[in-house]
């Protein structure tokens, strides 16, 4: 079974300006095993539309890339063997379930799988379930690094491998190992 981890980073809210995303990053696991598979793509948003000022990620930096990236409906092509008849994952899934939902509302996606249910089960004396606390506390930054170089968080693509690893770790531990995925879909 084939799952893609995906993230969003977005514009954030502004007055006026609805929250858009700016970035995708696409992440593949296979029979549990992140693959190194992945995709990362910038998304349009024109040069004088404001980013809420505490909107986080990189996107200052690259302002005139992202004027010139492609609209979302460009890059459906290539997005849609990724997204379309597999499950899907992500931190926080109800994110990523409504921007992708909007960018192609005639589409059904899923089953989801959230990792930030599977990291309060996995860590549950935790008080903190951020993507960056979960993959510290599960010892998992080391692999990150390795997997995507240069990369921090709020980036996308570093965001969707640090959540399919703590995918592949939560599918790798009792009981999440033996759970068929219409009851790991459904944990709250």
């Not at 063997?81 to 992708?100: G, Q, V, Y």
């Not at 939902?101 to 990291?119: E, I, K, M």
């Not at 993507?131 to 968080?153: F, N, Y």
């Amino acid at each position: 079974m084939r799952i893609t981890v995906l993230d969003f980073e977005t514009t954030g809210s502004v007055r006026g300006h609805p929250d858009v995303p700016w970035q995708i990053g696409l992440v593949e696991l296979a029979d549990g095993r992140v693959t190194g598979a992945c995709r990362e793509d910038l998304l349009h948003v024109p040069a004088g539309r404001p980013f809420n000022p505490y909107a986080p990620g990189r996107h200052d930096a690259l302002r005139d890339r992202l004027d010139a990236a492609p609209e979302p409906a460009v890059l459906w092509p290539a997005w849609s063997p990724w997204l379309l008849n597999r499950p899907l994952a992500a931190h926080n899934a109800s994110t990523e379930k409504k921007i992708l939902q909007h960018l192609a509302p005639l589409h059904r996606f899923g089953p989801w799988l959230d990792t930030l249910v599977l990291a309060r089960h996995l860590l549950p004396t935790a008080t903190d379930h951020t993507l960056s606390a979960a993959c510290t506390a599960l010892g998992l930054l080391d692999r990150l690094a390795a997997l995507c170089p240069g990369r921090t968080w709020h980036d996308a693509l570093f965001d969707a491998f640090a959540s399919a690893l703590l995918l592949e770790h939560a599918l790798s531990t009792p009981p999440f190992d033996t759970l068929p995925l219409p009851v790991l879909a459904s944990l709250r």
